[in-house]
């Protein structure tokens, strides 16, 4: 099992997948910096974290890149978010 891990965010780049200028890029473990809608293209479909299609939306996306850029792990686990929110299977 291969995993993508979201490190942080970044705002006004360009996205290291598909090369689209970004207003807000998430800064991941494996493929640098990258939009949500190519983040969520990326990882595989969990149905028991989310509903729906089983992928969080790019608006979810964008939240976990910013509280991973300005919040300490400390910080994170009082506001209910473990590491394992920011782990993602790929596809």
């Not at 995993?3 to 494996?30: A, F, N, P, Q």
């Not at 190519?38 to 964008?62: Q, V």
Request: with cysteine.
């Amino acid at each position: 099992m291969t995993t993508i891990t979201i490190l942080g965010y970044e705002k006004e780049c360009s996205c290291d997948h598909c090369g689209r200028d970004l207003i807000h890029g998430v800064r991941t473990s494996m493929y640098g910096i990258i939009g949500a809608d190519c983040f969520n293209r990326l990882i595989k479909a969990d149905r028991k974290r989310f509903s729906g299609n089983g992928k969080p939306g790019a608006t979810y996306t964008r939240t976990l890149a910013k509280i991973a850029e300005r919040d300490s792990p400390d910080q994170r686990q009082r506001m209910g978010y473990g590491p394992w929110h920011f782990v993602f299977e790929l596809a």
